[in-house]
């Protein structure tokens, strides 16, 4: 027993050496790129590989391709709009199907249920990718667009005409159905985990079933909630073969609707590494491997922000 406890720790200590090796790699690796790029890599719009066939050129003391530059603003913005349009759709949905299946649903239903949207989580994100190639996209083009321009003419953003079905609004979407059963499942386990004598005592002092839901158990569940979000928002923001099939494929643009083409960070970096390989002087290898650094940081800082919320909701609880 007295190696038991050491033991824990040493194998609990490898996820974070294993991130900070992570960090150490990628910051080493690009760090050319960091020196290179400066602080415009990251409110930059232009990302160009530059012409691979000549011979590469020196700029700022570095070995380039000619006319290279690189630039990440849009794919920045295009993660972020993307994984918060996912997080605004699966977040009242998923709320809902945990307190129906936690409260509503038939006992013998449940079990089927629940294991239905587990199920969803065991999905390759390319079969969501190909299902909204397929599907989804057109959907969004022909229904979900002229539905949102006729309810909302008033907003610029849903007001503009379709051009296609692949965009911001297809990737939110199709993000919002794999993040689902991250939320979903969570949230059953921490409702199931509330005490009975909770419910019991809410409606001896008279209060409905909605009143109970709404002012004891999702109070109750307030810091699994918040888990589940961040648990959610971390795979939407490095969603890779889904976003790539279904974005768009945007470069050097800037989205100005809801369905306007985007690229996140993720899948810019699977689009482009095949190119990036081709360059003699190895920047565009290194400059990804700067996008995969920002994306690091940025799914720790909203991990972090997880960790101080939920640390604030257990006190409030």
């Known amino acids: 027993m007295r190696f038991f406890r050491p033991g824990l720790q040493a194998v ?5 050496l294993v991130l900070v090796a992570v960090f150490v790699f990628l910051t080493a690796y690009s760090w050319p790129a ?10 930059s719009n232009t990302w160009s590989l530059g012409n691979l066939y000549a011979n590469p050129v020196q700029r700022s003391g570095f070995t380039v391709p000619l006319g290279a530059h690189y630039g990440i603003a849009v794919f920045i913005v295009g ?17 809902g199907v ?39 996209a057109p ?7 002229p539905f949102l321009a006729h309810a909302l003419p008033f907003i610029p953003f849903f007001s503009v005409k379709a051009t296609s079905g692949y965009g911001l609004l297809t990737a939110g979407l199709v993000l919002a159905l794999m993040v689902l059963p991250v939320i979903s499942s969570t949230l059953i386990e921490a409702m199931q985990r509330v005490p ?14 909605s009143e109970m839901l709404r002012k004891t158990l999702l109070p109750a569940v307030r810091a699994p909630l918040i888990g589940a979000v961040i648990l959610a928002l971390g795979r939407a923001l490095g969603e890779t073969m889904a976003v790539l099939m279904v974005s768009g494929g945007a470069l050097n643009y800037m989205p100005n ?12 970096i699977a689009s482009q590494l095949d190119s990036a390989l081709q360059d003699p002087s190895g920047m565009a290898v290194r400059s990804l491997a ?7 940081i940025i799914a720790v800082i909203v991990n972090v922000i997880a960790r101080l919320l939920t640390r604030r909701a257990k006190f409030a609880g």
Do not use: D
Not at 12 to 16: L, T
């Open 290 to 296: 700067e996008i995969a650094l920002v994306l690091l």
């Open 79 to 95: 993660t972020l709009a993307s994984s918060a349009i996912a997080l605004l759709l699966a977040v009242p949905v998923g709320i």
């Open 12 to 16: 609990s200590s490898i996820i974070p």
């Open 139 to 145: 959907l969004t083009m022909k229904v979900i667009a």
């Open 196 to 209: 009975k004598e909770l419910r019991e005592s809410c409606f001896a002092l008279g209060a409905t079933r």
């Open 257 to 268: 609707s809801i369905y306007s083409p985007i690229t996140s960070m993720a899948a810019f």
């Open 98 to 136: 945990a307190l129906f299946l936690a409260e509503y649903a038939p006992h013998r239903l449940r079990g089927v249920f629940a294991q239905t949207v587990e199920l969803l989580a065991m999905v390759p994100s390319v079969v969501y990718g190909l299902w909204g190639l397929e599907v989804l």
């Open 34 to 43: 960091i020196e290179f790029n400066g602080l415009h890599f990251l409110f």
